[in-house]
């Protein structure tokens, strides 16, 4: 199986007052069978715009869509071999869990036995089986969101395609759904792309991830991959945590270049030519904090005072201020009980230049 490829494909609309919008742009991407895919980016990136064209909601202005060499253009979405759940469930108030799982079913003229046993044993993969006479008013918003999706695995679809599924949801509830929808996603091996502009959702689920911005794909990796080693200044500040410094190549040693930044100077592992414009950035975690002024002015050193202390339960992100431009850095919980007088004076902010990453611009 060749799973689900969009080759160059794009999409305009026409706005009242903006005039023509390029809401996505040339993108090209394979999707692996059973692979949990998460394009993820701000508002407006074309993300939305992208799944719905998957499903048929939208037509792309050009390119093609294929599954499994199957072209889908112009393919109407109930013909399509996916389901789209959306954040909002549309559940049928009046119908109970089965009746609300079996009508899809039931449209498509599947006897009365047939479809109530299918979609049974939906409701019973999705954790639900006690339930299958309520009505969706005595549910939870997290029940209920399994009840949509229990309504779209009796389809039995190649492919899933979730509209930011845990929008509505408290936190708790949010990282519960998400351990249970990956658990399920795997156990059933159906290919699953998700929407999301929430970077912990993406990193926290996905087997790859699609930044989007400005209907342009920024990059595409694993969790591990966009973390670590972002491609440009905007995947970088996008992923959160991450600090860049950007600025004229000041001098070269060797496989190491040192940044003239407006506030620190970065050395790095890399390439370049002296006066030539660069870009890196350091991880937040990977940022030591330490009391006091700097002793002497060097690289990947500068002085920085706190705005102030997010707490995250087993550690404490800070929000300081480098020269007027913000900066962050990550402290286990613990070290940063021991800084008693870090909100009440200066501190130095440090890395290795092993921590440091190239961008391109």
């Known amino acids: 199986m060749d799973g689900i490829r969009l080759k160059s494909v794009s999409a305009r609309f026409r706005h009242q007052v903006k005039g023509d919008i390029a809401a996505v742009r040339d993108v090209s991407l394979d999707v692996a069978p059973g692979e949990l895919m998460t394009l993820l980016g701000p508002s407006g990136c074309g993300k939305t715009t992208t799944l719905r064209m998957i499903g048929g ?59 109530e046993k299918t979609a049974s044993d939906a409701i019973d993969m999705v954790g639900l089986g006690t339930m299958k006479q309520r009505k969706p008013r005595e549910l939870s918003s997290g029940q209920q969101q399994r009840v949509a999706l229990a309504r779209v695995l009796v389809t039995r679809p190649k492919a899933i395609l979730l509209d930011e599924p845990f929008g509505d949801l ?3 509830l ?16 159906i290919t699953f792309i998700h929407v999301t502009h929430n970077q912990e959702e993406a990193l926290s689920m996905s087997d790859r991830i699609v930044v989007m911005n400005d209907g342009l794909i920024q990059q595409t990796g694993t969790p591990t991959e966009l ?5 440009n200044v905007f995947v970088a500040r996008f992923m959160g945590d991450n600090n860049t410094v950007r600025g004229p190549i000041e001098s ?6 040192t940044i003239r930044g407006p506030h620190v100077a970065a050395r790095v ?4 030519t002296v006066g030539d414009e660069a870009a890196m950035t350091v991880r937040a975690s990977t940022v030591e904090v330490v009391q ?14 706190l705005n102030f202390a997010e707490y995250l339960g087993d550690s404490v992100k800070l929000h300081l201020e480098v020269a007027g431009e ?15 007088d870090i909100e009440s004076g200066d501190v130095t902010v440090r890395w290795n230049v092993e921590d440091g990453h190239v961008l391109e611009l």
């Open 269 to 272: 592992k890399g390439t370049g």
């Open 326 to 340: 913000p900066f962050t850095a990550k402290v286990a919980e613990t070290r940063y009980a021991e800084m008693r």
């Open 292 to 305: 006091g002024a700097p002793a002497v002015s060097e690289p990947n050193t500068a002085l920085a005072r």
């Open 174 to 189: 949010q990282l519960r759904m998400r351990v249970e929808l990956r658990a399920l996603q795997r156990d059933l091996g």
């Open 170 to 172: 408290d936190r708790l």
């Open 227 to 231: 973390a670590r080693f972002p491609k």
């Open 57 to 115: 909601h939208d037509e792309p202005s050009s390119g093609t869509i294929s599954l499994d060499g199957q072209v889908l253009n112009g393919v109407e979405p109930s013909k399509r071999p996916v389901t789209t759940v959306f954040q909002h469930f549309a559940l049928f108030p009046h119908r109970s869990v089965l009746q609300n799982v079996a009508f899809g079913l039931k449209m498509r003229g599947i006897d009365k036995a047939e479809r």
């Open 252 to 257: 070269v040693d060797g496989d190491t270049i």
